[in-house]
């Protein structure tokens, strides 16, 4: 890896777990989700037209903006705005590390839509890292300390949305229709009217927002991270595999929920922790079963899940017995 690539995994990294960090105090002390976004969407569409037009970067320039594209994309925007927005309504109610061990049982909801519409098949290695992601989201959901109807209604739209996102792009990528930057730019332009159209409807007026210069500061860094994710995360592409990509996906959420546990309020139980781990390595498990052509050893897998099973069935128990 060259210096220039390091410091963009660093960058993408740090930024991407700052900013779950930050909408999740954004949100608690600025409650106006759309302008939110808003400020979040133009501010990373003006950096992708100042890095095209003034800074000599190994990236492919962005699609231009054609009605027919458009057209085609807008379904999709309609489900990367949902997923922003669901998620950051859920985060007014849970916690950061909540939002990003239970997202990931969209890879459930998901591998559902594309067995049922897309007629993907799946062989066993795959069922059952599957299973172990549900049941390491149900124990993590029963230990969670920060338990709250409304969040996990919001989480609930939040992995439909994530699913319905995740599958259309998958759908659309065989068409090659735009590149990376593109996509990204598409996402944020077209996004821009629904979340200003949603402002004036809920009436988020600035105006009316006492803001102080903590929460401004919140507002303005979560945007500059924004930012930095949406273009560190095209150029990741570059200078990594999917496979290297997936890993340093998954030990940077690991990273940012012992981050938030340790350094802003303690978010974990040791049973949630085991839950959380299950979650992650499952997942990982699970892209590593889709993107090789290596199959897991079905033994151990399977070994794996019996033990889960039964460790969730006892504590299921546990519970039980002590209500």
């Known amino acids: 890896m060259t210096f220039h690539a390091l410091i963009v995994s660093i960058a993408y990294c740090i930024s991407g777990s700052a900013l779950t ?18 400020i979040q969407c133009s501010s990373t569409i003006l950096s992708i037209g100042f890095i095209s037009q003034f800074c000599h970067v190994n990236m492919e320039p962005a699609d231009r903006l054609q009605w027919k594209k458009v057209k085609l994309w807008l379904p999709i925007t309609a489900a990367f705005a949902a997923t922003l927005l669901t998620s950051l309504q859920a985060l007014q109610f849970v916690t950061s590390s909540t ?54 209604v919001w989480l609930t739209m939040n992995v439909i949305a994530i699913s319905w996102y995740q599958v259309m792009m998958k759908n659309i990528a065989s068409q090659k229709l735009l ?22 409807i809920n009436k988020e007026d600035l105006r009316d927002a006492s803001l ?10 979560s945007a500059v991270c924004g930012t930095i994710l949406s273009i560190t995360a095209v150029a990741m592409n570059q200078y990594m595999t999917a496979t290297s990509l997936m890993v340093l996906n998954h030990v940077n959420k690991f990273c940012l929920i012992l981050l938030e546990h340790f350094l802003i309020e303690p978010t974990l139980t040791w049973i949630s922790f085991a839950g959380t781990l299950q979650v992650i390595m ?30 969730t069935l006892s504590f299921l128990a546990y519970n039980v017995i002590k209500v």
């Open 21 to 38: 960090l930050l909408n999740r105090f954004a949100i608690r002390t600025f409650p106006f989700s759309h302008c939110i976004l808003l």
């Open 99 to 152: 939002l990003t061990v239970l997202r990931h049982s969209s890879i459930i909801l998901t591998a559902f839509i594309e067995y049922h519409i897309m007629h993907t098949q799946f062989d066993l290695a795959a069922v059952l890292c599957l299973l172990g992601i549900c049941l390491g989201a149900l124990v993590y959901g029963l230990a969670d300390l920060s338990f709250s109807i409304s969040g996990y």
């Open 179 to 200: 590149n990376t930057l593109g996509m990204t730019l598409y996402n944020n332009v077209l996004s821009v009217p629904l979340f200003m159209l949603q402002t004036i």
């Open 212 to 221: 102080s210069s903590s929460a401004l500061g919140i507002l303005v860094a």
């Open 282 to 311: 499952f997942g990982f498990l699970y892209g590593e079963s889709r993107m090789s052509s290596r199959i897991l050893p079905v033994m151990y897998a399977e070994l794996t899940t019996y033990l889960l099973f039964g460790s």
